[in-house]
Every structure is written in C-alpha cells, then in structure tokens.
Nanobody, 124 residues
Framework: QVQLVESGGGLVQAGGSLRLSCTVS????????MAWFRQTPGREREFVAAISWSGGSTFYDDSVKGRFTISRDNAKNTVFVQMNGLRPEDTAVYYCAADRVGDMSTKVVEYQYWGQGTKVTVSA
C-alpha cells in the first residue's frame, strides 16, 4: 500500500518561508511524478507544482512561479516544496500527490495517491 505523509506546515507571517516535505512508502517512488496541490474551504483542489520522476523537469502554476521551488530526493523517497515570499492567499491545506504514469499532470484526477495534507497559514 502506497502511503504519502506530508509535514512542515504551520503559521508564518507574510513574506516568510516554509518548506513542506512528503515522504512516500510502499511504492516505486523513483518512478512516480510528484506534485503539490492546495485547497481552501469551499474551493476545488488546485495545482501548485509538479516534478518529473528524475527531478529533471518541473512545472509551476503561475501564482507560485518564482516563489516556490519543488524538488525531490529519490534516495529518501521524499519530495519537497520550498515556499518563499508567502502571501495570505497562499493559506491552504497542501497535499502531495503521486502519479504512476509520470506525465506531470496539473489535474487532480491524474494522481492515484494522496497524502492527508498539511495546513499552511500565512498571516498578513
């Protein structure tokens, strides 16, 4: 059974930074493309960033481009997102997701495995 566990969320002031981690167990992590999504109450889950199985390709939503950096360590089965220049509108529950197909999709339905989420709150 594939399990994803996120960590690193918390409360930060606007302009601050956080680094989220997601560790995967029970699957072939190094063959998955990985992504981060986020969700706020009453809204659909939205794409944040994705990274290819090798880490050689990344893709970002325009709202976080230049502020967030996704990376992975295949030796540790872990994917990260470094979030700098945080804004109140970045407040959300952040989820990591894994895709066996590995095409770095921005669509929720393309990901087979999900973590439980970690909450990020950015105060003004």
């Amino acid at each position: 059974q594939v399990q994803l566990v996120e960590s690193g969320g918390g409360l930060v002031q606007a302009g601050g930074s956080l680094r989220l981690s997601c560790t995967v167990s029970g699957g072939a992590f190094s063959s998955y493309s990985m992504a981060w999504f986020r969700q706020t109450p009453g809204r659909e889950r939205e794409f944040v960033a994705a990274i290819s199985w090798s880490g050689g390709s990344t893709f970002y939503d325009d709202s976080v481009k230049g502020r967030f950096t996704i990376s992975r360590d295949n030796a540790k089965n872990t994917v990260f997102v470094q979030m700098n220049g945080l804004r109140p509108e970045d407040t959300a529950v952040y989820y990591c997701a894994a895709d066996r197909v590995g095409d770095m999709s921005t669509k929720v339905v393309e990901y087979q495995y999900w973590g439980q989420g970690t909450k990020v709150t950015v105060s003004a």
